[in-house]
């Protein structure tokens, strides 16, 4: 499935359809995947994404008031379709059921304008998504940062793309709950095509290497079982992290546990003490560390060591962390006994989703056929496979 090559103007006339006056500009947002570096976001460690093209269209019309309209395609197909209207002015979230999604645009709008960057008048807001509700793909930081792009580009705001970057983060955290860590606004807002993002969570300091998988490309398995993060246990993990934390701190002086790596950790178990902590402060530490191994292993172009790490990363995921279950699991475990595999992981935030595999482009029809047909055998029903290109960020089309 390859959307990222769809025609403006199919935009603009639903646009047209919706709001009965022609739109402006469509712009587009990615989501994205992550090749390793789960749950480590928050806990100060190392990431490893990139930005996917599947992702968010939109299209932006001027008002000459102080009203936003928003319209979203998706919300059409689950509730009675309707435009979601609000002030410019009016900081406070959403708080109908049917309504919460706008949050992850107006979280956006309230926060530059606090900042004080001028936005004068209103605007026609349609939304047209290809993520997954739920996909672990991303589909809040890609709103979120579509908010940024077009407001940045509509009404001439000198704000810098890392700053956009930040109040993605700080709306996820502040406006709609979720204590999410700064990689997924990151990986979408600083996109770059064929390149993934090597990301220290902790200083933001960056740098772009290209994905070079050779014969290989990866392959994103979506278990079609919606998640929502804020209502699930990620934030019971970043409190339970934060305990750890606290307890190592009685002899060591840390703000993340990323700052330590194994050995020292092993050293210093004794003061947390409690089984399910230990755990999730180890899939932490470790993953960091796996993640550091993968980049070695990439930039040497020893493929088969990266795919070890990451189904090492699925493991931690699955015994210590406990955010991927059965559906998750199918997918990986089963993608791990196919022909032309090096490695498979689920990716996001866990508790469903999706999952990537790195295939051997030969095998990459034979690999999705495969592994649905025990998907759809265990769970009951069929899992998609995406083809994703790595594209750059947000942009105006």
Not at 6 to 24: A, R, S, T, W
Not at 108 to 135: A, C, E, T, W
Not at 322 to 328: H, S
Not at 333 to 350: D, F, I, T
């Amino acid at each position: 499935m390859e959307v990222f090559e769809m025609d403006k103007q199919q935009f603009l006339d639903e646009y047209q359809n919706v709001f009965k006056e022609p739109g402006k500009d469509v712009f587009f947002s990615p989501g994205r995947i992550n090749v390793i570096g789960e749950h480590t976001d928050y806990n100060g460690g190392h990431v490893f994404p990139c930005a996917i093209s599947i992702g968010t269209y939109g299209v932006y019309g001027p008002r000459e008031d102080t009203k936003v309209a928003i319209y979203s395609a998706n919300s059409a197909k689950v509730e009675n379709s309707k435009i979601i209207t609000f002030d410019i002015n009016d900081d406070q979230p959403q708080t109908a059921d049917d309504e919460k999604w706008v949050n992850y645009f107006k979280g956006m709008l309230v926060y530059l304008k606090q900042r004080g960057y001028k936005i004068d008048h209103g605007f026609n807001f349609y939304i047209h998504g290809y993520l997954p509700y739920g996909s672990g793909l991303s589909s809040s930081a890609s709103i979120e940062m579509l908010m940024g792009c077009i407001l940045k580009e509509e009404f001439n705001l000198d704000v810098d793309q890392l700053d956009l970057v930040k109040l993605g983060q700080k709306t996820e955290n502040d406006f709609v709950g979720l204590n999410s860590g700064i990689m997924d606004q990151f990986a979408v807002g600083m996109g770059k095509k064929d390149n993934a993002i090597y990301l220290d969570c902790n200083t933001l300091e960056y740098k772009y290497l290209p994905l070079e998988l050779g014969d290989y490309e990866i392959v994103i398995m979506s278990t079609n079982k919606t998640h929502s993060l804020a209502g699930s246990k990620y934030n019971e993990r970043v409190q339970q992290c934060e305990e750890a934390v606290k307890r190592l701190n009685k002899k060591l002086h840390i703000n993340k546990l990323g700052e330590i790596d194994s050995d020292t950790f092993d050293q210093y178990t004794y003061l947390i003490n409690d089984d399910t902590l230990l755990r999730r402060a180890r899939h932490a530490v470790s993953e960091n560390e796996r993640t550091k191994k993968a980049i070695d292993a990439m930039q040497k172009g020893d493929l088969e060591e990266l795919g070890r790490l990451i189904n090492a990363s699925h493991v931690s995921l699955k015994y210590d962390y406990e955010v991927t279950g059965k559906e998750l699991d199918t997918l990986a475990e089963n993608a791990w006994n196919q022909p032309g595999c090096l490695g498979a992981r689920m990716v996001g935030g866990g508790f469903a989703g999706s999952a990537i595999a790195i295939v051997k482009k030969s095998e990459a029809d034979n690999f999705k056929k495969n592994v649905g047909k025990i998907y759809k055998d265990k769970i009951g029903y069929d899992a998609s496979f995406y083809d994703a290109e790595v594209v750059d960020g947000p942009h105006k089309l």
